[in-house]
């Protein structure tokens, strides 16, 4: 039972470049949102999604975009990368109110 | 609007002492409350968590927290501090809306 699968663990980006942070998640659950951590600000919501095809925005969006064309995926696109997007993103889902499940975390640094 | 805050952004305990980490939420609507851990570069473990029915919830190793309601608190306990619950501790509320709100955290240091 794989949970939430997270890739890649650690990446490196220069300024300006794109990438997309991926998560998968086996256990058939409507909700999956994505997190960013940064040292004494706890975990901001970035985007979340009730089921394939709904996304919306959460509390820092910006710099963003998502898709959830499957139950399975909902990956995070960063178009332009900027220092201020350094910083460690957590995906999870959920279904119903009792447990929410997070992904090991991808650690990104912009330069 | 939901928040959650979170007193005291660091707390440092001896080995043995008792553990006590601050939680208070700000809601209109019925609170689901969770407690996180996460350990150096790893990521967040469910300790425990509060939906409906008994205000004292018990979570794994050892520590329990107490929803109350008229304090609109989920302080998180443990009778007895371990070097191994050093760690960064996340208090988080999910309301109507089906977002999970989190805490700014509280890193638990635990000295011999």
């Known amino acids: 039972n794989a949970g939430v699968t997270q890739t890649p663990k650690f990446r490196i980006l220069k300024i300006g470049q794109s990438m997309t942070l991926q998560c998968t998640q086996d256990?058939?659950?409507?909700?999956m949102y994505w997190y960013r951590q940064d040292p004494g600000m706890g975990l901001k919501l970035i985007y979340y999604?009730?089921?394939?095809?709904?996304?919306d925005k959460g509390e820092v969006p910006n710099g963003y975009n998502v898709s959830r064309s499957t139950t399975e995926d909902f990956p995070l696109r960063l178009e332009l990368a900027a220092p201020s997007q350094t910083s460690v993103y957590f995906c999870a889902s959920r279904e119903g109110n009792y447990g929410y499940t997070f992904g090991s975390g991808t650690r990104l640094t912009v330069v | 609007a939901q928040s959650v805050t979170q007193l005291g952004s660091h707390v440092s305990v001896s080995e043995g002492a008792l553990v006590l980490l601050r939680c208070n939420y700000s809601?209109?609507?019925?609170?689901?409350l969770f407690w996180y851990v996460q350990y150096p570069n790893q990521g967040l473990q469910l300790l425990l968590k509060y939906t409906t029915g008994a205000t004292l919830v018990k979570g794994i190793n050892g520590f329990e927290a107490e929803f109350k309601k008229s304090e609109t608190s989920f302080h998180l306990t443990k009778p007895s501090a371990h070097m191994s619950d050093a760690a960064e501790y996340f208090c988080a509320f999910s309301g109507n809306t089906g977002k999970l709100i989190f805490g700014q955290g509280t890193t638990l240091q635990v000295k011999p």
């Open positions: 809601s209109s609507v019925p609170p689901y």
């Open positions: 256990m058939n659950h409507n909700y």
């Open positions: 999604s009730v089921g394939a095809g709904i996304t």
